[in-house]
């Protein structure tokens, strides 16, 4: 005999008196499913027939094998083995005691004495109603809660979406960027129509429209750490859609000082990360990375590329636990950090522990405000985005005349192979900025060399360690190439 452990699936859970796994004993797979059958007797017609054979629509693993493919019933466990139940499930609700009509007459009545719903929100929300975990209480707590998502971009777009759909009341939004037309390909929440708007005024028309139950309040500014406590301060749940390391400290040093949950997520190419950062009930983000890697290691999704769906499901991961916060239920993500990976298509969980010498959340913290985080991230205040100060630039109109001049300067592109397929300049030589230090011998001859990417950022650091080598003459293409096809040659694609 062995112990193992059988995981009863949700449909299934009310013929186990709720629970979701139960510790039996048995010599085989088939002993202790008939086990679990004879102590639950309302669960035996659902796992076999009258013949007492294990029902076809019902599936049994063994740890994650399915024992069709080991020796069925008869297979035998050991010690500490998990087995798991997974029936087919097509979607739907289960047969219970919680009926609609039910949780509309208590809803019509008012509980609480707050105020009801009114038909037309019965409607919209009836299959939240029906579900044991929400109902009409969790619905009033969507209601009344205030969400702030800090970005409104790959991850803010699909979590205000369904935040928005889900019947949130209030959802505050910080950005203050336009709609571009390379923000389509994942940030769900615009359209083609949209290009060039606020993106603040298009998501308020999207969300509004999409349920005129949610107020959107749109805070059209940076972040800072002159603004940022104000404009946390009025909600219950912080959702972090940055894309920057200045902006995602921030928001989790705010997050702790005012004692409010951080959802956190973040993405990058094909993966992505998922936790909730309380620092009442757990770590922070700083427990989890004191200090932010240097700026010139990390590229932006700009430059490094993401696929677009990836934001989607991060985003949506996002979204549902800010809806477990608010309702209470379910286990969050505190103290887990769940990594995902789209190529393999895989989830893995981490533990994160609150670091007991954090400078902001441990006992003896020495953080007692907010810091400026441009400095701590080593990145200019403009962000990463901005092209460094003091390296010699060249406009594309001097270049070009340059290029068609005796000593035209040899052009040196250091954007990725793929980038360099989708435009490039005649007679540029190609080196990704990352292999420059293994290539510069490439370059030697050159006298007069002029260094461009796509926007700028990447040359200009380039410009930079190629004079601290001792290059003299080295200027960085300014704005890069998408400048370069909008003031010389629109025949280039931009991207
Ligand atoms: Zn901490």
């Not at 997974?86 to 609609?100: E, R």
């Not at 509004?208 to 750490?225: F, I, K, Q, W, Y």
């Not at 909600?235 to 005012?258: E, K, Q, S």
């Amino acid at each position: 005999m062995a112990k193992a452990t059988v995981k009863i699936p949700t449909p299934l859970r009310t013929f186990a008196g709720g629970a979701s796994e139960l510790s039996l004993d048995g010599s085989t797979v088939g002993g202790v499913i008939h086990s679990l059958a004879e102590a639950n007797p309302g669960l035996k017609r659902h796992l076999f027939t009258a013949e007492g054979r294990l029902r076809s629509f019902v599936t049994v693993y063994l740890n994650d094998e399915d024992i069709r493919f080991l020796e069925r019933e008869a297979t035998p466990l050991k010690e500490g083995d998990v087995v798991s139940i997974v029936p087919a499930v097509a979607g739907g609700a289960p047969t219970s005691a919680h009926s609609p009509a039910r949780a509309a007459s208590r809803t019509r009545s008012g509980e609480n004495g707050s105020p009801t719903f009114s038909t037309e929100e019965l409607r919209r929300y009836s299959r939240h109603l029906l579900l044991p975990e929400v109902g009409v209480a969790g619905q009033k707590k969507l209601r009344d809660a205030k969400v702030l998502l800090v970005g409104a971009g790959g991850l803010g777009a699909p979590a205000a979406l369904y935040l928005a759909a889900a019947g949130v009341g209030e959802i505050g939004l910080v950005d203050f960027d336009a709609v571009d037309l390379s923000n389509l390909q994942r940030q769900v929440l615009y359209s083609t129509s949209d290009v060039g708007r606020p993106k603040l005024v298009a998501a308020r028309e999207r969300l509004e429209g999409l349920n005129p139950g949610t107020r959107v309040t749109p805070h059209e500014v940076r972040l800072t750490s002159e603004n940022a406590l104000d404009i946390l301060a009025p909600y219950d749940v912080i959702l972090d859609g940055t894309d920057n390391f200045p902006t995602r400290y921030l928001v989790n040093d705010a997050a702790v000082l005012l004692g409010k949950p951080s959802v956190y997520g973040s993405i990058y190419r094909f993966e992505g990360q998922v936790s909730v950062f309380d620092s009442r009930h757990g770590p922070c983000y700083r427990c989890l990375y004191p200090e932010p890697p240097p700026p010139d290691l990390v590229p932006s999704c700009a430059e490094a590329g993401v696929l677009g769906v990836l934001p989607g499901l991060v985003g949506v991961l996002q979204a549902t636990e800010t809806v477990k916060l608010i309702l209470g239920k379910g286990e969050s993500l505190v103290g887990r950090l769940l990594l995902f990976d789209a190529l393999a298509l895989k989830f893995r969980e981490l533990k994160i522990r609150k670091n007991p010498h954090c400078v902001l959340c441990s006992s003896h913290a020495t953080q007692k405000g907010l810091i400026d985080y441009p400095a701590f991230c080593g990145v200019p205040a403009g962000g990463l985005t901005s092209e460094p100060d003091g390296v010699p630039k060249v406009e594309p109109e001097a270049l070009r005349a340059e290029l068609d001049s005796e000593e035209a300067p040899f052009l040196v592109d250091v954007r990725e192979t793929g980038e360099w397929a989708i435009a490039h300049l005649p007679g540029a030589h190609l080196i990704p900025k990352g292999e420059l230090a293994d290539r510069v011998d490439e370059l030697t001859r050159a006298s007069k060399l002029v260094v461009y990417c796509r926007s700028g950022v990447r040359s200009a650091e380039a410009t930079r360690f190629l004079l601290d080598l001792g290059f003299a003459n080295v200027r960085s293409l300014h704005g890069g190439l998408n400048a370069w096809a909008q003031r010389v040659d629109p025949s280039v694609p931009q991207y």
